[in-house]
């Protein structure tokens, strides 16, 4: 059984930074690309960032580019999403998923796709 889960969220002034981590269990011996999304409240769900398995290709919405990094460490089988310069309009809840493929679907040449498995998200609350 797939499963991840999301860690590192919490309150960060603005133009601070965060971290986040996606732990992944149950994975069979080929990793699959993971994706980072967020929901605001209110707010329909967008996509944040995308790392596939197969080249290390890494993807990020024009909203958060040159801001957030989105790293991998396959013997951990962990992503990360390192978030810099962080501004109010980045609060939210944000959710790693995977669509059990080795790409990124949505992003790039490739059709968006489901997204299979979802953490439990965790919340990001940029304030003063």
């Known amino acids: 059984q797939v499963q991840l889960v999301e860690s590192g969220g919490g309150l960060v002034q603005p133009g601070g930074s965060l971290r986040l981590s996606c732990a992944a269990s149950?994975?069979?011996?080929?990793?699959?690309?993971i994706g980072w999304f967020r929901q605001a409240p209110g707010k329909e769900r967008e996509r944040v960032s995308c790392i596939s398995s197969s080249d290390g290709s890494t993807y990020y919405a024009d909203s958060v580019k040159g801001r957030f990094t989105i790293s991998r460490d396959n013997a951990k089988n962990t992503v990360y999403l390192q978030m810099n310069d962080m501004k109010p309009e980045d609060t939210a809840t944000y959710y790693c998923?995977?669509?059990?493929?080795?790409?990124?679907?949505?992003?790039?040449?490739?059709?968006?796709?489901?997204?299979?498995?979802w953490g439990q998200g965790t919340q990001v609350t940029v304030s003063s």
């Open positions: 149950g994975f069979p011996r080929h990793y699959y690309a």
């Open positions: 998923a995977t669509p059990f493929l080795d790409y990124c679907p949505g992003y790039g040449s490739y059709e968006a796709l489901p997204y299979e498995r």
